[in-house]
């Protein structure tokens, strides 16, 4: 890679952590340890046959995925690529397979493990993030795509990179790398992941798991690594280090924009604040049911979960009350005011501007009581999800919360709906939600927000395969266009051609 300038490099590490909630004080990376020479005495047929297939060991054994030294890290996963690329496709199948049985064999344990240590979602989805870890996509995904004709056979193959770089998020910490690493590897690429410093410790462990069940299995030793304190340094020394050719990165358009800028492919995973347009056609249970489940999924962690609500002034009121019903709270205006400044700070505004809000770190993904304490209400035990009649300027609208509480706010016309919808979202072309039984309505609203995910009439993980159809990936691409990730993102498409032979008829 050419050179990058540090201060630039800096600037995109820490606006990556601020998104993912701060880290700790930087760790200084050593340099990569000197490529070991070849014997002199190896065997060769005299075309250099053998000069092409040594490999140089960098790496120190016995680590099982987790480094103190990003670029120990980066080596020792260029060594476990080079292993896998001569083990083929029978290895790549196996550590598909070991990645996912463990993540539904230890979903309870790692799930417990991330929750004591986050402080964030829910025990119960954290549980479930991990036992359907099953339903990403591996090897299978990948075939070739073949012609031929008069002039012979042409072969396009999905190939490795080589070694991804990859920061995850506290929320979903180790079901992201989970996801990840099927994807990654299926691909047959090896992974660094800088972690998110409050979910590093859960991260090493399930790393180390991966790792020790994959060298029994396979050899291979090293596939997934893991820095085992995340700094800015650790992340900056990853991706500049030689061996890593591509880079998976979570954060808002400031780090999209310098991540794409370092020099090296970024797939990135931006921001979201999906809304949920309700029109006069939907049944008002079903879509009811449907908010809370995806809003109060692991707390409103989840991207993709449910923001804000927009709903016909005719069917506001019907849809409240069937919110209510189906366990969730609604505030006064009063306890919503309480909330608000609790779950908000507000900065003046520059030049004389409007106070900005950001939001308070210590409410999101918390339960529902905390909101509520904070509120001023008590609820009953096992409440999902808080809500309250807002207009379409309310912080809660606009920013992305990530916490079990919905505003709903009541508009006119389906035009008016599908407008408000496109002004909360941002233009983040991530995740949008209609319940309607109007296809016109749905074409509508589809083309206005033209997001990557659009889901029609269920909660927002049906976009993820839970409770629709399709895969999973804890990783939504959505500025840089890749969308739902799988084995094939990964991937360089390489065309062998053959001409005027091997075609048989």
Same mark, same amino acid.
């Given at each position: 890679?050419?050179?990058v300038n ?26 990569v340890?000197?490529? !070991?020479?070849?014997s ?5 047929c ?6 092409? +297939? ?5 790496a ?19 060594e ?13 199948? +196996? ?11 230890n979903? $309870?344990?790692?799930?417990?493990? $991330? ?10 989805? +954290?549980?479930?993030k =991990? ?24 072969? $396009? ?33 090896? %992974? ?7 979910a590093?410790?859960? !991260? ?27 700094s ?13 050719? =591509? ?8 780090v ?7 020099g090296?492919? !970024? ?8 809304? %949920? ?10 879509? !009811?049911?449907?908010?809370?489940q ?23 009121d ?35 501007g ?15 009581s ?10 009953p035990?096992?409440?999902? =999800? ?8 309310h ?14 706010v009541?508009?006119k ?22 319940h ?7 074409t509508a ?5 033209? /997001? /990557?995910l ?12 839970l409770?629709?159809e ?22 360089? %498409? ?10 048989i008829?």
């Amino acid at each position: 890679m050419s050179a990058v300038n540090e201060t630039f490099i800096r600037d995109v590490v820490t606006e990556v952590m601020e998104r993912l909630n701060g880290s700790p004080a930087p760790v200084k990376s050593a340099p990569v340890p000197t490529p !070991a020479t070849p014997s002199p005495s190896s065997p060769s047929c005299g075309c250099d046959h053998t000069k092409r +297939k040594s490999r140089p060991v960098t790496a120190l054994p016995g680590k099982f995925g987790v480094f103190a030294d990003a670029n120990e890290a980066c080596a020792a996963a260029q060594e476990a690529f080079l292993q896998l690329k001569e083990k083929g496709i029978v290895a790549r199948r +196996k550590i598909e397979e070991i990645v996912k049985t463990l993540a539904e064999k230890n979903a $309870e344990a790692w799930g417990r493990l $991330e929750l004591d240590e986050t402080k964030i979602g829910r025990l119960d989805h +954290k549980i479930e993030k =991990l036992k359907i870890i099953k339903l990403v996509p591996g090897v299978d995904w990948l075939r070739p795509d073949g012609r031929s004709g008069d002039h012979g056979i042409t072969l $396009e193959e999905y190939t490795p990179f080589g070694v991804v770089g990859a920061v995850t998020p506290s929320t979903h910490s180790i079901p992201t790398m989970s996801g990840n690493i099927v994807n990654i590897v299926a691909a047959g690429n090896a %992974v660094v992941f800088n972690a998110h410093p409050g979910a590093a410790k859960c !991260a090493a462990a399930a790393v180390r798991a991966y790792n020790e069940a994959i060298y029994r299995e396979t050899g291979i030793e090293n596939i997934a690594c893991v820095i085992e304190k995340p700094s800015l340094d650790s992340f900056a020394a990853i991706c500049k280090h030689d061996a890593v050719r =591509l880079l998976l990165v979570t954060g808002g358009p400031m780090v999209v924009k310098a991540a794409m800028q370092t020099g090296k492919r !970024a797939i990135c995973a931006g921001p979201g604040n999906p809304p %949920v347009f309700v029109d006069d056609t939907a049944c008002m249970k079903r879509a !009811a049911k449907a908010i809370i489940q995806g809003a109060a999924y692991d707390n409103n962690l989840l991207c993709i979960g449910e923001k804000e609500v927009f709903a016909l002034e005719i069917i506001a009121d019907q849809l409240m009350a069937e919110m209510e019903k189906n366990g969730a709270v609604r505030l006064t205006n009063a306890q919503l005011d309480a909330l608000t400044r609790a779950a908000f700070t507000f900065k003046e505004g520059q030049g004389g501007g409007c106070a900005h809000a950001s939001v308070n770190k210590d409410f999101i993904g918390r339960d529902p009581s905390v909101l509520a304490k904070a509120a001023g209400v008590n609820i009953p035990s096992g409440t999902q =999800l808080l809500f309250a009649e807002t207009d379409a300027k309310h912080p809660f609208v606009e920013e992305e919360q990530m916490m079990p509480f919905l505003p709903v706010v009541r508009v006119k016309s389906v035009e008016e709906g599908i407008e408000r919808s496109l002004e909360a979202e941002h233009g983040y072309k991530h995740t949008s939600i209609i319940h309607s039984h109007d296809v016109e309505n749905m074409t509508a609203m589809g083309r206005a927000l033209d /997001t /990557t995910l659009f889901i029609k009439n269920g909660p927002c993980m049906a976009g993820l395969g839970l409770g629709g159809e399709g895969y999973l990936s804890y990783s939504i691409a959505t500025p840089t266009g890749e969308g739902v990730t799988n084995p094939r993102t990964f991937t360089r %498409v390489r065309r062998c051609v053959m001409v005027d032979n091997l075609r048989i008829y």
